[in-house]
């Protein structure tokens, strides 16, 4: 009876043995590398049908293999066995995600970064439970974040994008293991004073440019690298918060509201390279104890309200490359002390009340300097010839400022200078020749000044001069066609720049890196985000600086965008004549020429059409001719402005090829003549961009009652159109009420002239009239700039 137990026992051990294996076998062959390719074909079929054009490496799964362990994106496990991994960031993917992740459950890696993925986060992702790594930055992607069961992952990336809400749904729920966490540039509120107390492997978080409100985490200083800048965080920062084991090698507090005094328990810190507290409320004097930490590399410190003394402290700091006291009040002439910090590399002094100080302090003296930035200050009185002496400047910055007399020549010297920006001063006299000495010069700023004279032939020397504005000042004579010769080889700059080891922090204000990138009508920021953040503007000033292109711009009728670098022409607002030079079309480097309110005349060059233009602006010249039927050809075109010109014959039809268009202006060429379409992009204009013209015709709108063309005016409010005031207004003095009376009692003499004029057949006749209502215009613009030498 015994026996029969045993037996029995025995029996249902391998029954219950072969059991399991069954089922183990059944999982297997439910789960295995053929159904991770059935789900893979479902994703492709699911991202084709979202993305029927411009579709990404994806589009050849399982053409070329049958094996998804070789398709484009795809990782699997060491042996081959599943899938763990799938890469498709920058693919073109749009629309929403794909909602069955989860069945590939043996998924450890997902990159879908840069694409334009729209909506909520499904809540299949939730059951991905094996994911290490998800990257889903630099997207469209909404709504609240709820990744609560994704319980292993290591790295988390969400940054750019749209979510909002606060953070408890995920956090602390995906903190068992989570090192990297990066929700910066999202719309995410709340608190986070305790959201991240439960992550203790955490290392890098960053939660800057959201809304996020409340006290400071005090937890961060456990952490390796800690970003909260550009968000609502108030109050003090705690004493307590700076453990005396801190492990911190980069804290970033800028752009909040915390208030009180620095705790001097902040050389705790004594691993910190990096230390940005800008643009807060702190007062009183900076911490004598910052001067402890040896490593520190960059301190920021601007936009607060810190008292004048500098400690002598912080001249131990034998790193210190960066140092940026901005927009603290400090006024009166610039303390002795910044000329002893012989180690510095960057030194911004900007938005302060300096009013001297510059060859007194001694910072010309300085070794290392490769930046300096005095802009946005009270200096007066000349340039100082004494800053040729900083031989290893590669920025130099005084726009905003106050200072008069010539540019000395001496500035020719700085061989190393890559930006010069004395724009928005009283300048006068020429631009100095010498000025074409500076081969590595890829920004020349001069805009918003009264300077006189030609521009220099000598400036076709710089070879890598990418963006150039010389707007609003009294520049006169033709431009040198040794022009065309600029931007032709920036390579050894840009590629020197990206083998530099140094740290290359852009200008810490939005408002100079759009003064340096922006030109009227158009910016960059625009075809990329609505408010740049300030980390937004440091990435595309580094990109800049790199030479990689931060938007897209395409070559002659080509619709296909490349992010090639990119420069631009402003030469607006001044008293230039003679004829654009045919080798225009040599500049294929440009993406920008703004030519507007000056004295040109001729024909505009055919050759224009291989210059790979996003915005041409002509406005308010002499040009005459025909519009060149080649600027249809020119398919990346998104602002077109031709207005106030002597162009005649027929409008080309081919401009209803520019698809791109969002500003269009033809308007005041008297003698253009045609039908305007009422399909296709012209269509989509309104009767605003063709007036003045009365030989258009027009199914959409009536052209018969127009006024006359405003005079166009180079005096500029700064708040119209940007920091330098490039754009144009109509306060110019002139009195539109006797402007309209006039237009009324001289009606019936214009009528009959034009009659007269065309049935004799001497339409010359008329050109020459129209032509000298522009000279009169620019005559008077100019007599009225005489009156004033410094523009608003």
């Not at 001729?602 to 002499?622: A, C, H, Q, Y």
Request: glycine fraction near 10%; charged fraction near 15%.
């Amino acid at each position: 009876m015994l026996e029969d137990h045993k037996n029995e026992a025995q029996c249902f051990r391998v029954v219950h043995i072969l059991l399991l294996l069954m089922m183990a076998g059944t999982a297997m062959s439910e789960h295995s590398l053929d159904t991770d390719k059935e789900i893979l074909l479902n994703l492709k079929s699911f991202l084709e049908e979202r993305n029927p054009i411009n579709r990404g490496g994806y589009e050849k799964w399982n053409q070329s293999s049958s094996n998804p362990c070789d398709w484009y994106g795809i990782s699997c496990s060491p042996d081959g066995a599943r899938v763990t991994g799938l890469d498709l960031s920058d693919n073109r993917i749009s629309g929403e995600m794909f909602k069955s992740f989860s069945a590939l459950n043996q998924l450890q890696y997902l990159d879908l970064s840069k694409n334009t993925l729209q909506g909520k986060i499904p809540d299949d992702l939730r059951r991905c439970h094996n994911l290490v790594y998800l990257n889903l930055s630099h997207n469209l992607l909404e709504g609240a974040l709820n990744l609560a069961g994704v319980t292993s992952l290591e790295k988390l990336d969400l940054s750019t994008n749209r979510f909002l809400g606060d953070l408890r749904l995920s956090f602390p729920a995906v903190c068992n293991n989570l090192v990297v966490a990066n929700l910066s540039i999202n719309n995410f509120t709340g608190r986070i004073d305790n959201c991240f107390d439960g992550c203790r492997n955490l290392q890098y978080l960053d939660l800057s440019s959201n809304n996020f409100t409340g006290y400071l985490w005090t937890g961060f200083s456990r952490l390796a690298e800690f970003s909260v800048s550009e968000n609502y965080i108030t109050g003090p920062i705690s004493a307590s918060s700076f453990e005396e084991n801190c492990s911190l090698v980069a804290l970033d507090l800028s752009e909040n509201n915390i208030q009180g005094e620095v705790p001097m328990q902040i050389s705790n810190c004594n691993n910190l390279v990096v230390l940005n507290l800008c643009g807060n409320n702190f007062i009183g004097p900076i911490p004598l104890q910052i001067g402890s930490i040896l490593t520190l590399e960059g301190l920021l410190l601007g936009g607060n309200s810190f008292s004048r003394v500098i400690p002598e402290t912080l001249l131990n700091l034998k790193n210190l490359a960066f140092l940026d006291l901005s927009r603290n009040n400090f006024g009166g002439e610039i303390q002795d002390i910044f000329g002893r910090f012989t180690q510095l590399n960057s030194l911004v002094l900007q938005g302060n009340l300096y009013t001297g100080g510059i060859v007194s302090s001694g910072i010309h003296r300085l070794p290392n300097i490769t930046r300096l930035d005095l802009s946005y200050n009270n200096f007066s009185s000349y340039l100082p010839v004494e800053i040729s002496q900083m031989l290893s400047l590669k920025f130099l910055i005084l726009a905003h400022n106050q200072f008069t007399g010539t540019i000395p020549p001496e500035y020719g010297n700085l061989s190393q200078l890559q930006a010069l920006d004395l724009s928005n001063n009283g300048l006068i006299g020429s631009i100095p020749p010498a000025l074409g000495n500076l081969t590595s010069l890829l920004w020349l700023m001069l805009a918003n000044n009264s300077l006189t004279g030609e521009i220099p032939r000598d400036i076709g020397n710089c070879g890598s001069l990418f963006w150039v504005n010389l707007a609003n000042n009294q520049l006169s004579g033709a431009v040198p066609h040794e022009l065309t010769n600029i931007g032709r080889n920036a390579s050894p700059i840009f590629e020197s720049n990206r083998q530099s080891n140094h740290m290359i922090a852009g200008p810490t204000e939005c408002l100079v890196t759009q003064r340096l990138l922006s030109v009227e009508g158009y910016t960059p920021f625009g075809s990329l985000y609505t408010i740049p953040t300030r980390k937004i503007c440091r990435r595309i000033w580094n990109q800049l600086l790199k030479g990689y292109g931060v938007y897209p711009v395409c070559a002659m009728g080509s619709s296909v965008r490349t992010y090639q670098i990119s420069g631009y022409i402003q030469l607006s607002g001044n008293q230039l004549t003679g004829e654009v030079p045919q080798d225009i079309g040599k500049m294929k480097n440009f993406s920008v020429l703004h030519l507007g309110s000056n004295e040109f005349y001729g024909k505009l060059p055919t050759e224009i059409r291989n210059v790979p233009l996003v915005v041409l602006n002509i406005s308010g010249n002499r040009f005459s001719g025909q519009i060149p039927v080649e600027v249809g050809n020119m398919k990346c075109l998104r602002s077109l402005d031709l207005s106030r010109n002597n162009f005649s014959g027929t409008m080309p039809m081919q401009l209803n090829n520019l698809t791109e268009l969002s500003n269009f202006n033809i308007s005041f060429n008297p003698l253009l003549a045609g039908r305007i379409p009422d399909r296709g992009q012209l269509g989509t204009f309104g009767k605003e961009s063709f007036m003045g013209n009365p030989l258009l015709h027009s199914p959409l709108f009536d052209l018969d009652d127009q006024l006359p063309p405003p005079p166009p005016s180079n005096w500029q409010d700064e708040n119209d159109i940007g920091m330098d005031g490039d754009g144009l207004n109509s306060g110019n003095g002139f009195s539109w009420e006797a402007l309209l009376m006039g237009y009324g009692c001289g009606m019936v003499f214009g009528v009959a002239v034009f009659y007269i004029t065309f049935r004799k057949g001497e339409p010359n006749w008329f050109a020459t009239m129209v032509d000298g209502i522009h000279q009169w215009r620019a005559q008077k613009r100019n007599a009225s700039r005489r009156g004033d030498g410094r523009k608003i």
